[in-house]
């Protein structure tokens, strides 16, 4: 199979499955309307809190389930027509894709019901970009060790959270200086892809020793 198809058939099976897709919208929204409900006048550092936070359950629901059916259902079939390292890249593009979508549709969402100065713009685009790609990696590779089982629970800890929280830390920067109008935000972004390239490097090297064992 090739990438294209690959890419296919992950939409082909959220599209036959839209149960999670709905819920992740459901959650979406519904939390929005939760911090319009429950906040009065928002200071732009506590909006950009609550954005990162959300962006971040969001993609952990997200790629939750990427290797479900790949490595518990189908393992077998997909260990033969498939390699490791295409699946990943896969998964990988229409996991970013997703986050991408998702996090413009909570920006928007954000800038509609808690306005702020300085939401939008290519500079949030370029932001959103990055850091749904780390988050995307990420996931994927979380999602894989994930399926095994029980087994890799603490290997999951142990390599993702040293990754989520600099990678969320450094968007919140980058993110706060275009929030103020600061002047730094592109060298801010310089971490963010340091982050995502040292994790899709931690991932095209473990990924192979993982399939294996």
Same mark, same amino acid.
């Given at each position: 199979?090739?990438?294209? +198809? *690959?890419?296919?058939?992950?939409?082909?099976?959220?599209?036959?499955?839209?149960? +999670?897709?709905?819920? *992740? *919208?459901?959650?979406?929204?519904?939390?929005?309307?939760?911090?319009?409900?429950?906040?009065?006048?928002?200071?732009?550092? +506590?909006?950009?809190?609550? #954005?990162?936070?959300?962006?971040?359950?969001? &993609? #952990?629901?997200? &790629?939750?389930?990427?290797?479900?059916?790949?490595?518990?259902?189908?393992? #077998?079939? @997909?260990?033969?027509?498939?390699?490791?390292?295409?699946?990943?890249?896969?998964?990988?593009?229409?996991?970013?894709?997703?986050?991408?979508?998702?996090?413009? /549709?909570?920006?928007?969402? #954000?800038?509609?019901?808690?306005?702020?100065?300085?939401?939008?713009?290519?500079?949030?685009?370029?932001?959103? /970009?990055?850091?749904?790609?780390?988050?995307?990696?990420?996931?994927?590779?979380?999602?894989?060790?994930?399926?095994?089982?029980?087994?890799?629970?603490?290997?999951?800890? /142990?390599?993702?959270?040293?990754?989520?929280?600099?990678?969320?830390?450094?968007?919140?920067?980058?993110?706060?200086?275009?929030?103020?109008?600061?002047?730094?935000?592109?060298?801010?972004?310089?971490?963010?892809?340091?982050?995502?390239?040292?994790?899709?490097?931690?991932? @095209?090297?473990?990924?192979?020793?993982?399939?294996?064992?």
């Amino acid at each position: 199979m090739q990438f294209p +198809q *690959l890419i296919r058939k992950e939409i082909l099976a959220e599209w036959r499955n839209p149960s +999670q897709l709905g819920g *992740l *919208l459901s959650f979406l929204a519904g939390v929005c309307f939760l911090c319009y409900f429950f906040s009065g006048d928002v200071h732009p550092a +506590q909006w950009n809190l609550l #954005f990162w936070i959300v962006y971040l359950f969001l &993609s #952990f629901f997200a &790629s939750a389930r990427m290797y479900e059916e790949d490595n518990i259902r189908y393992r #077998f079939y @997909t260990s033969q027509l498939v390699r490791p390292l295409l699946l990943f890249a896969a998964k990988l593009g229409y996991l970013w894709g997703l986050l991408l979508l998702l996090s413009w /549709v909570l920006l928007n969402l #954000f800038s509609a019901l808690l306005p702020v100065p300085g939401t939008g713009g290519p500079g949030w685009l370029l932001l959103l /970009v990055l850091v749904s790609a780390g988050f995307a990696c990420l996931g994927c590779f979380t999602s894989l060790l994930s399926s095994y089982g029980q087994s890799r629970q603490m290997l999951v800890i /142990v390599i993702s959270l040293p990754l989520c929280f600099p990678l969320l830390g450094s968007a919140y920067a980058a993110s706060l200086e275009l929030l103020t109008g600061g002047e730094a935000w592109l060298a801010k972004l310089i971490p963010v892809l340091a982050i995502d390239l040292l994790t899709l490097a931690m991932a @095209t090297i473990l990924l192979p020793l993982s399939w294996k064992g």
